[in-house]
């Protein structure tokens, strides 16, 4: 009797549950991703281009061979991304408030995580700062203009984005 009841004990210690978290699980490692550069036209559900003209200003085009339209998608890590207008050289950036700018200067405002959906598309939430607890994203509204990270949700249609070769 003692013996079995100290085989159920060495045996309920030593199982896990499959989806349990372990220290000896490896780290996955990707540095083939890191670092690797797209140059793409990224084309809204809201049907726009998404540009940064030399001043700055983020909004939507809908001329499908505007040069502003043309960004550079830079991997930071696996999965975090980094927008670049290849004309300006402004960097996609959004302030806490949840506004999209152009910046000069690659800063931490720039660096979105990108994910991809189920339809296809791509969504790009701001890495730095949230809305009461919730990501804020890159969107373009129904008139091209950029929405408030504050009202922007993943399954918005404004949200998401269509990486288009350029060609």
């Not at 809201?46 to 040069?67: C, E, I």
């Not at 975090?80 to 302030?95: D, H, P, Q, R």
Request: glycine letters at 8%; hydrophobic letters at 40%; one cysteine or more.
């Amino acid at each position: 009797m003692r013996r079995r009841l100290w085989l159920g004990l060495v045996w309920l210690l030593l199982a896990q549950e499959p989806d349990a978290p372990t220290a000896l699980r490896r780290v996955r490692n990707y540095p083939h991703l890191e670092g690797d550069v797209r140059w793409r036209r990224l084309f809204s559900s809201t049907h726009f281009f998404l540009r940064v003209d030399p001043t700055g200003r983020v909004q939507g085009t809908r001329w499908r061979h505007s040069l502003e339209s043309v960004v550079e998608i830079r991997s930071v890590r696996v999965g975090v991304v980094v927008i670049k207008a290849a004309y300006s050289g402004f960097y996609v950036a959004m302030n806490r408030r949840g506004r999209l700018y152009g910046s000069r200067v690659y800063t931490v405002d720039c660096r979105f995580q990108e994910r991809i959906e189920e339809n296809g598309y791509n969504t790009y939430a701001a890495l730095r700062w949230r809305h009461h607890g919730q990501p804020m994203f890159l969107a373009l509204d129904r008139r091209g203009a950029p929405r408030p990270g504050g009202r922007t949700q993943r399954h918005h249609l404004s949200t998401h984005f269509l990486p288009v070769l350029v060609s």
